[in-house]
């Protein structure tokens, strides 16, 4: 195992293919109401992407890589859980209950704590 972290696309790669062979996978998943062009040059500010929306038959996971716990990443798993709620292509998955992983390469007791206080299941994950 080397000591160097991963970048996010490398983490949520290995985490994914180990993890979730047979599941609906999808990755860079924009979510929310789709915007209008009146935001103009300031669309893609405004669109939300998350990083993994894996759609079993009876719940729903969103996965958030970090290769370095940050605290944001909580803030973030909320919101999209919110606005997945509001996306077109999931209306009609809407009553599924949706999981939140906030996945990273090192431990932060702090963080994962916290994760587990708003229901957010911490994830290290580390072959690197």
């Known amino acids: 195992m080397g000591s160097e972290i991963p970048s996010e696309t490398e983490l949520l790669s290995q985490f994914l293919n180990q993890n979730y062979r047979k599941e609906d996978v999808r990755r860079n998943v924009r979510l929310g109401k789709i915007r209008s062009l009146e935001h103009g040059k300031y669309l ?3 669109q939300r992407k998350a990083d993994a929306v894996v759609v079993y038959d009876d719940m729903i996971d969103i996965i ?3 290769p370095k716990p940050d605290p944001e990443a909580m803030g973030q798993l909320l919101f ?3 606005l997945l709620r509001q996306t077109p292509e999931y209306e009609n998955m809407i ?3 949706i999981f939140l992983i906030l996945l990273t390469c090192l431990h932060d007791s702090d963080l994962e704590e916290c994760c587990a206080h ?3 299941s911490y994830r290290v994950f580390s072959t690197f």
């Open 44 to 46: 893609t500010l405004l």
């Open 64 to 66: 958030e890589a970090k």
């Open 80 to 82: 999209y859980k919110w």
């Open 95 to 97: 009553n599924k209950p």
């Open 118 to 120: 708003y229901g957010i």
